[in-house]
């Protein structure tokens, strides 16, 4: 007799936590460090996996060519990476820093200010050794949190308008960066 309602009340169970589950399992905090971990390991596929499907194969086309492998190009140019800290900004502060036209197709975006310390091979104006800061702006894509952009961020204005972490790198970030604008090619 007792049977029936266990099965009755664990299918009730399922049928909630299922249900309850329109929301992504996986936040978009655990999205943004999983993601940091697949480049610290060079796990393309993986990093690649965290991205809206747009730049997934972007993503991968780019890690596969092999002349930016050879010159170690954007994210082949780090060696280690780690996220030191990050926190979630007002979406009506972080659109500024948007391309309106690209996010406004997606749902709920998330602007995340991240610091990720990071080892690279040749220090250029898109990653530096030490701490480096960027946005990541995280979506909703089929029901679960990717990244859709990663842009550079004015540090100095994120300062300003008190949102910074208040460390020492970060103050430093943007002077430290503009030593190697001009040394590379675009």
């Keep these: 007799m007792n049977k029936p309602i266990i099965v009755f009340t664990l299918l009730f169970c399922c049928i909630f936590s299922s249900s309850a589950k329109g929301e992504a399992t996986v936040s978009p905090e655990k999205v943004i460090k999983n993601y940091i971990v697949d480049l ?35 994210l082949l140019n780090i060696e280690e990476a780690k996220i030191v800290r990050w926190k979630e900004l007002p979406y009506e502060y972080g659109k500024q820093f948007l ?10 975006p998330r602007v995340f200010y991240v610091g990720v310390n990071l080892k690279v091979h040749k220090q250029d104006k898109f990653f530096i050794d030490g701490g480096n800061y960027f946005l ?9 949190w990717k990244i859709a952009l990663t842009p550079h961020v004015p540090v100095m204005s994120i300062i300003r308008d008190g949102y910074s972490f208040g460390t020492e790198d970060e103050k430093t970030y943007e002077e430290r960066r503009l030593k190697f604008y001009n040394t590379t090619i675009d």
């Design 40 to 74: 610290n390991d060079h796990q393309w596929e993986n990093a690649s996996s965290w991205w809206v499907k747009e730049h997934k194969k972007e993503l991968l086309d780019f890690v596969a060519d092999k002349e930016n492998q050879n010159y170690k190009r954007g």
């Design 99 to 108: 391309p309106s036209h690209y996010i406004e197709k997606f749902t709920y």
């Design 136 to 144: 990541i702006v995280t979506v909703l894509e089929d029901g679960e």
